[in-house]
């Protein structure tokens, strides 16, 4: 991937996770202030993941998770 084409995917990926968060702002209880809106934004980006459903992606999940470790990502 190009850094244009890298951009562009980052760009994509939070806004549908802001979208997705912004059409659930009703269901939300009213307490809920950053702290549980922060978290419901990680289990979004979670689950927008395919290493944790694809068994076939193991060591690429692998290589990944050296790659963050040793570029201090």
Do not use: C
């Amino acid at each position: 991937m190009t850094k244009a084409q890298k951009k562009a995917f980052i760009r994509e990926l939070f806004k549908s996770i802001e979208i997705s968060l912004i059409e659930k702002i009703d269901k939300m209880p009213e307490e809920w202030d950053g702290i549980e809106i922060r978290e419901l934004a990680a289990d979004k980006f979670a689950e927008s993941t395919l290493f944790h459903r694809r068994r076939d992606l193991r060591q690429r999940a692998t290589n990944y998770r050296n790659e963050v470790i040793v570029r201090n990502l």
